[in-house]
């Protein structure tokens, strides 16, 4: 295996590092938690003769879209081997869609975010070719403008050639199981009581999951799950992208505080669901503290 601190690994990490605008304890949680989750990964993959689907879920802001790139580049330069990585943020709906979807069923739907707004036939058919891992043409990824809250155009798209052979999916409720009825009867923040009073918006959010659940969300061969401290983070973390968005692209860009508080609470119902569930679900969980830094993390069938 190549060390990591040798130049073959230095460079794309630092490179990475100075993208993310990440920390250099960075390359300590590589060390620790990452570089082997990466071999483990590889190891998994052996003998297949299909790619291998890891799913990765996590709170918004605790570091899903990093760890991909982390992962796939450790998979490709410790093991040879040629990772893809998608994003359930990429498969929203366009403002259009989503406005249509507000009108037929709540207005909280011109949201983007829960499930209900994304293209599940989109995100499905695409997960469906690689896993199959044999298609001919050079297959085109969908991508979506956060900044301008919208889907790129289909000459933005970025394409992958067979062969895969590893599938890295992230996303923030990937593989969260839908709730009880009973856990919809009372609202869990101000924007649910004032905004969806009789339950629908969220009755139908969960309606939306279920179906997920049945397509894109399928039995993969791995579930990853970052754990945060509480949900208190969510805000804190997902208001540092906002500024690292802001510094990237210019003030205007992104939202204000208010509007971020706003943005969250459509999360927060199945967000603190996946808290409560996914740490059973997950084949590794990854513990990460109060300074975003990786404490631990469990395997399944582990001590």
């Given at each position: 295996?190549?060390?990591?601190?040798?130049?073959?690994?230095?460079?794309?990490?630092?490179?990475?590092?100075?993208?993310?605008?990440?920390?250099?304890?960075?390359?300590?949680?590589?060390?620790?938690?990452?570089?082997?989750?990466?071999?483990?990964?590889?190891?998994?993959?052996?003998?297949?003769?299909?790619?291998?689907?890891?799913?990765?879920?996590?709170?918004?802001?605790?570091?899903?879209?990093?760890?991909?790139?982390?992962?796939?580049?450790?998979?490709?330069?410790?093991?040879?081997?040629?990772?893809?990585?998608?994003?359930?943020?990429?498969?929203?709906?366009?403002?259009?869609?989503?406005?249509?979807?507000?009108?037929?069923?709540?207005?909280?739907?011109?949201?983007?975010?829960?499930?209900?707004?994304?293209?599940?036939?989109?995100?499905?058919?695409?997960?469906?070719?690689?896993?199959?891992?044999?298609?001919?043409?050079?297959?085109?990824?969908?991508?979506?403008?956060?900044?301008?809250?919208?889907?790129?155009?289909?000459?933005?798209?970025?394409?992958?050639?067979?062969?895969?052979?590893?599938i890295l999916f992230e996303g923030w409720c990937n593989h969260c199981p839908p709730q009880g009825d009973a856990a919809l009867e009372n609202a869990v923040n101000a924007l649910e009581r004032e905004e969806d009073p009789d339950g629908q918006w969220r009755r139908s959010v969960n309606e939306f999951l279920r179906d997920y659940r049945l397509s894109l969300f399928r039995p993969v061969d791995l579930l990853l799950y970052l754990r945060i401290p509480s949900f208190d983070k969510v805000l804190e973390w997902r208001g540092l992208q906002e500024r690292k968005l802001r510094q990237r692209l210019g003030q205007g860009v992104g939202m204000d505080e208010a509007a971020l508080r706003r943005f969250i609470q459509h999360y927060e119902r199945l967000t603190r669901h996946g808290m409560a569930v996914l740490p059973e679900i997950a084949d590794t969980v990854i513990d990460l503290d109060e300074r975003h830094r990786v404490s631990g993390w469990t395997q399944k069938g582990s001590p």
């Open positions: 295996m190549t060390n990591i601190n040798g130049p073959a690994m230095t460079d794309p990490l630092h490179r990475l590092l100075k993208e993310q605008r990440l920390p250099p304890h960075y390359l300590e949680d590589v060390r620790a938690c990452y570089l082997p989750l990466a071999a483990g990964i590889a190891q998994k993959r052996q003998g297949l003769d299909r790619p291998l689907t890891v799913s990765i879920h996590g709170p918004q802001g605790s570091g899903k879209s990093t760890l991909s790139r982390v992962l796939g580049l450790l998979l490709e330069q410790h093991h040879g081997l040629r990772p893809v990585i998608l994003s359930l943020d990429d498969f929203y709906l366009t403002r259009r869609q989503r406005l249509e979807r507000a009108r037929r069923i709540h207005p909280l739907f011109a949201t983007r975010g829960v499930p209900g707004t994304h293209d599940e036939a989109l995100a499905t058919d695409i997960l469906d070719a690689l896993r199959g891992g044999d298609f001919s043409a050079p297959l085109r990824l969908p991508r979506f403008d956060k900044a301008r809250d919208e889907r790129l155009p289909l000459r933005d798209w970025p394409s992958v050639e067979a062969p895969v052979d590893v």
